[in-house]
Nanobody, 125 residues
Framework: QLQLAESGGGLVQPGGSLRLSCAAS????????IGWFRQAPGKEREGVSC???????NYADSMKGRFTISRDNVKNTVYLQMNSLKPEDTGVYYC???????????????????WGQGTQVTVSS
């Protein structure tokens, strides 16, 4: 079964940047769409971004222009570059797999599988 592991979270000041990684093991990532999601304390999980196997990208409106998703199939890793971070970006960030980004677009995250354990992002001064 595909296994995913997030890394790269941490504490950053408002306006700062972080790059998250979602590394796959056991299977190649190249046939999967990968989504990034986040969950803040007391809030529901929300979609951040999704990239298809062909490299097409989708973003939640509040992340457009600030976040960039990319994939390196040689390294079997998907990245989330986050710039101009705001305190409201704080949360646990997860990656998960699907066969398309349709579930992300429809906000039906149950379609996604192989969820990672998450990585904490804290934006605070």
């Amino acid at each position: 079964q595909l296994q995913l592991a997030e890394s790269g979270g941490g504490l950053v000041q408002p306006g700062g940047s972080l790059r998250l990684s979602c590394a796959a093991s056991r299977f190649s990532l190249d046939t999967y769409a990968i989504g990034w999601f986040r969950q803040a304390p007391g809030k529901e999980r929300e979609g951040v971004s999704c990239i298809t196997s062909g490299g097409n990208t989708n973003y939640a409106d509040s992340m457009k222009g600030r976040f960039t998703i990319s994939r390196d199939n040689v390294k079997n890793t998907v990245y989330l570059q986050m710039n101009s971070l705001k305190p409201e970006d704080t949360g646990v960030y997860y990656c998960a797999a699907d066969f398309s980004c349709r579930g992300f677009v429809l906000a039906d995250f149950r379609r996604f599988f192989s969820w990672g354990q998450g990585t904490q992002v804290t934006v605070s001064s």
